[in-house]
């Protein structure tokens, strides 16, 4: 039952992340990395991090920010320290979007939590990040 919710609940949180995305062109995940890239020195990061952020497959994450580039909202370039590796940073178009992502995405995480007490809300993140941190 709880497995069921919280994938219902993931569900519900992803469509309304990419109906406010799809206004700007983006979708939820997109807009979730353009955040994600603004809480780096010089809004980049390796792509590394981000496939561990979000817990997705290198071929996955590539194809992902392909596109991204495609739109100017990141550049892709190689790492000075190892040519294998990318490095992800935020173009014009994702810097001019930041704002809006980070807004959208405060808001509804307050909207998600009004009903709740600051103790309710410590116990569902513990449980959260007890499910998150399991080993296979």
């Known amino acids: 039952?709880?497995?069921?919710?919280?994938?219902?609940?993931?569900?519900?949180?992803?469509?309304?992340?990419n109906t406010f995305?799809?206004?700007?062109?983006?979708t939820g995940t997109q807009m979730s990395i353009i955040d994600f890239l603004t809480h780096f020195p010089?809004?980049?990061c390796d792509q590394h991090q981000i496939?561990?952020?979000?817990g997705i497959k290198r071929s996955t994450t590539t194809v992902l920010l392909q596109?991204?580039?495609?739109k100017n909202l990141i550049t892709r370039?190689?790492?000075?320290?190892?040519?294998?590796?990318?490095?992800?940073?935020l173009a014009t178009d994702g810097k001019k979007l930041a704002p809006l992502v980070s807004q959208y995405l405060k808001e509804y995480e307050a909207k998600i939590k009004v009903a709740f007490s600051k103790h309710d809300i410590t116990v569902v993140e513990q449980f959260?990040?007890?499910?998150?941190?399991?080993?296979?």
């Open 77 to 89: 370039t190689s790492s000075l320290v190892d040519h294998r590796q990318k490095v992800v940073t």
């Open 51 to 54: 496939e561990s952020e979000f």
């Open 42 to 44: 010089g809004n980049s």
């Open 128 to 136: 959260l990040t007890s499910i998150v941190k399991e080993k296979k």
């Open 1 to 17: 039952m709880i497995g069921r919710l919280i994938k219902l609940a993931n569900n519900k949180m992803n469509q309304e992340m």
């Open 21 to 26: 995305a799809h206004q700007y062109g983006l």
């Open 67 to 70: 596109r991204m580039a495609k």
